[in-house]
């Protein structure tokens, strides 16, 4: 396009610059060079125009992908907005209960170490029950074995009392 631009410029050059027709300019050469520096000048503004109007279409189609492409931005940013959308209310959920089993495991610790302990307490005790238990068990038995041989020998001693009673009559 630059060459189809510089070819009307140098006739235009060559018509107002008579030196470079290679003449000393008579009357019929110059009505002939203002005829082509008309025709010159009439070919440069055709150009021109040829050119602004290509200007002008390319501009136009710039614009309306410009267009096309704002409007597909807008969507992409719509669908990235829904799909962040989707994605919040799960992630702030996630959030909060992963927040809430933190603190339940901060409290946990505590009454683990608790739970051990009393356990370790509770099996003493259980331990000491037992034995107290064991030791009332034979304590028991032993008091019924000497309520058993004390009633024995009451029993006993009564029949020699019946006896020596009896005799007496």
Known sequence: MQGEVDQPMQMVLRV??????????????????EASSRSALSVFKAKEEQIERKKMEVREKVFAQLGRVEEESKRLAFIRQELEGMADPTRKEVEVIR???DVVNRQLKPLGKTCVKKEKEYKEILEAYNEKNKEKALLVNRLIELVSESERMR???????????????
């Open 16 to 33: 107002k610059h008579p030196s470079s027709l290679g003449g000393g300019g008579g009357g019929g050469e110059e009505e002939a060079g």
């Open 99 to 101: 927040k809430r089993i």
């Open 155 to 169: 029993m006993k001693k009564l029949e020699e009392l019946n006896k020596t009673v009896d005799s007496l009559y």
